[in-house]
């Protein structure tokens, strides 16, 4: 399993994307799917290092547990426990000023990976996202 710690702030996501994107290259996995799952560590990472940290320090933990046939990816904070899952997922339905501010950034992860799921183990948040991985020549 690949796994970087990081400290949670906004000025390490390029750290994190260029981590999940090497262990993306070479696998064949098509362009639409690689955004996708480029979107998704966005903003799962810019979540945490926004929220998870009132005081503004603390580490995320990114592993790529390999897994045949999907891609996923695992974040893990020590920060407040927040099951992100647990919200109701906002009214796209309504314009942006009658919908409730939050919510839209999770709602997209779940839009764009095929699983998400939220843990809380050994005092760590525990967030889980992966796609089934299709490839250019499929």
């Known amino acids: 399993m690949l796994e970087i710690k990081i400290p949670a702030h906004t000025d390490r ?16 996995i098509d362009m639409k799917q690689e955004n996708n799952i480029n979107i998704a560590v966005e903003e799962v990472f810019v979540n945490i290092a926004h ?3 009132p005081s503004g320090e603390g580490d995320v933990t990114v ?6 046939g999907s891609f996923v990816i695992e974040f893990r904070d020590s920060g407040l426990p927040y099951d992100p899952l647990s919200r109701c997922d906002p009214d796209i339905t ?8 939050g919510g839209l950034g999770i709602f997209m992860v779940k ?3 095929d699983s ?14 992966s796609k ?6 499929d």
């Open 111 to 113: 839009q764009l990976m």
């Open 63 to 68: 592993s790529l547990p390999v897994t045949p």
């Open 13 to 28: 996501l390029g750290e994190v994307l260029a981590f999940v994107g090497a262990a993306m290259r070479g696998t064949g």
């Open 94 to 101: 309504l314009s942006a000023a009658e919908r409730e501010i």
């Open 51 to 53: 929220y998870a940290y």
């Open 132 to 137: 089934e991985l299709t490839y250019e020549s």
């Open 116 to 129: 998400v799921s939220y843990r809380y183990e050994n005092e760590c948040n525990v967030l889980t996202i």
